[in-house]
């Protein structure tokens, strides 16, 4: 079978959100297995180049104005040429926003599948929830959705979603992470505290960003009752956003400031995972959350909230807990668990490690996605 050229639709570095972070892991894992992956994405930050390669992946990031309405206009152009000029055999788009109008009339001019992957759910605006809310923003950029040739569901609930909104060409493809790569970044766990500067037992970890979503706030609810029974705690929080402010001073509120340890955005957290005990993750939605593939693959015990992803990744008991979302009382019972039983937390961890091995690995996820390119150009 022929290499497949494949172009990608997606932020892409030097943004490092999850979405960036799956786009660059995919695109190289393809690469590896002969196909020629090509980005386009926004050129966000004018010091780096136009085109350039990054990992042996060539990326087009595409200059406009910064001018509302009219600088969307010209990005979208601008897309919708490089798209026409290039020899590509699928077009995979990995948010469904402004981006994939240009994918899509290419995609129809040139006889070319485009793909568009769902990576987020929330309960209140389902698998829309990346959409903009003003309508005349939204409508065209979910007219497009309904046009396109395959959708990828990251998790069982989004693929469950697409199929109840009428798409038919479904593949339910998750996240994927190096498990190699991730383990090869972490210390011992002394090395790692006295490098961090990290003192507590046992040292609970969050990792993402300070939003709503994320159910943070959950957590501080929790930690006073943790704390009642286990003094020497800490949390460590990773991560900036827009709450920042109102966690610190909930923390402070709550007479919980010393045992929590807000640490922003950090480029080494490879050695946080070193350095805890258990991660937590009580998001109130998520698609398919990353951290908690990095986590697992660790070999860290953790704690996630019942939510879309978690729930594919972690069977509650075996190789980690999940305890219904927004629930205080749950998600501090279940972090006592871990906190009293090293034994259970060390078993966990390990089943966790050898999950993400075997089911979330990179690896398996490229192979996944290239037979779906192949079952769509086979219908060509």
Known sequence: MPDRRVVMLSGFFPRVGGAEQQAGRLARALADRGARVRVVTQRGDDAFPERDAVEGIPVHRILYPRIRGIGTVVLLLRVFADLLRGNDDIIHVHVPGPLLIAALAAGRLKRTPVILKFANLSPERGIWVDLPHAFFKRWPIEAATRRVDGVVAISSRIARAAEEGGWRSIAEIPNGIDPVACAGEHPPRSQARRTLGIEGS?????????????????????????????????????????????????????????????????????????????????????????????????????????????????????????????????????????????????????????????????????????????????RR
């Open 202 to 378: 046992p040292v609970v970890l969050f990792v993402g960003r300070l939003g709503l979503q994320k159910g943070i706030d959950t957590l501080l609810e929790a930690w006073p009752r943790f704390l009642a029974r286990r003094p020497g705690a800490l949390l460590v929080i990773l991560g900036e956003g827009r709450e920042g402010p109102r966690l610190k001073a909930m923390a402070e509120a709550l007479h919980i400031a010393g045992s929590v340890d807000f640490r922003g955005f950090r480029g080494d957290v490879g050695q946080h995972y070193a350095a805890a005990d258990i991660f937590v993750l009580p998001s109130r939605y998520e698609g398919f959350p990353n951290v908690m593939l990095e986590a697992m693959a660790a070999g860290l015990p953790v704690v996630a909230s019942r939510v879309s992803g978690t729930e594919d990744a972690i069977e509650s008991g075996r190789n980690g807990l999940l305890v219904p979302s927004g629930d205080a009382g749950a998600l501090c019972e279940a972090l006592l668990t871990l906190a009293a039983d090293q034994d259970l937390a060390g078993a966990l961890g390990r089943e966790a490690r050898k999950t993400v091995e075997g089911r979330f690995n990179i690896k398996v996820v490229a192979e996944a996605t290239m037979a779906f390119y192949n079952r769509l150009l086979s």
